[in-house]
């Protein structure tokens, strides 16, 4: 991968948090902020490698994340992916994400319902290269909040990562979408 990619990957990620932080409410309701975290079962999938396609075993996939109503229907926030233990073939590693996301939020009745995009700098670890893989993440997600109080508000998540850029000097490394499913909770 280009130190050019690297570089703009970087920057993007860095511009879409301090934009996510710089229209943070300054109020504390809590109607207005939504801070999440969800474990999810990252499913099989493949993992293209310089034109090979690799098998990705299913896996859990960890996701914290911080999204503000900046309108009545509309959020931007921030996220985090970690999965710890990303199987591809005989090579396992460890899966890295940071990016900023758009989300669409309608209600269906007292359950607000959030489809997102985002957008993130991935990195995977991997103890048999000498270099890791990184990329450009282009996610989707689509989240029902069962909302029981303001104060816990648990959910369903369904949505996909995928690679559509990335590597390391070696080879590069990408994917189409691989679809999670799990759950969660939002404050």
Known sequence: ???????????????????????????????????????????????????????????????????????????????????????????????????????YRAMLGKMPLKIGIGVGYRKLTTDDLDDDIEGLGINASAELQFDINQKFKPFVELGFLSQPAGGNDDVDVTWSPIFYLGGGVAF
């Open 1 to 103: 991968m280009t130190h050019k990619f690297k570089a703009l990957s970087i920057i993007l990620c860095a511009f879409v948090f301090l934009f996510t932080v710089s229209v943070l409410p300054a109020s504390s309701e809590t109607d207005t902020l939504d801070i999440g975290v969800s474990g999810n079962l990252w499913l099989s999938g493949t993992i293209d490698v310089e034109g090979y396609d690799l098998d990705k075993d299913a896996g859990f996939l960890f996701k914290g994340y911080i999204d503000t109503i900046i309108v009545d229907k509309i959020c931007i926030g921030g996220f985090l992916h970690f999965a710890p233990s990303v199987e591809i073939e005989d090579d396992s590693g460890k899966m890295y994400e940071l990016g900023g996301a758009f989300k």
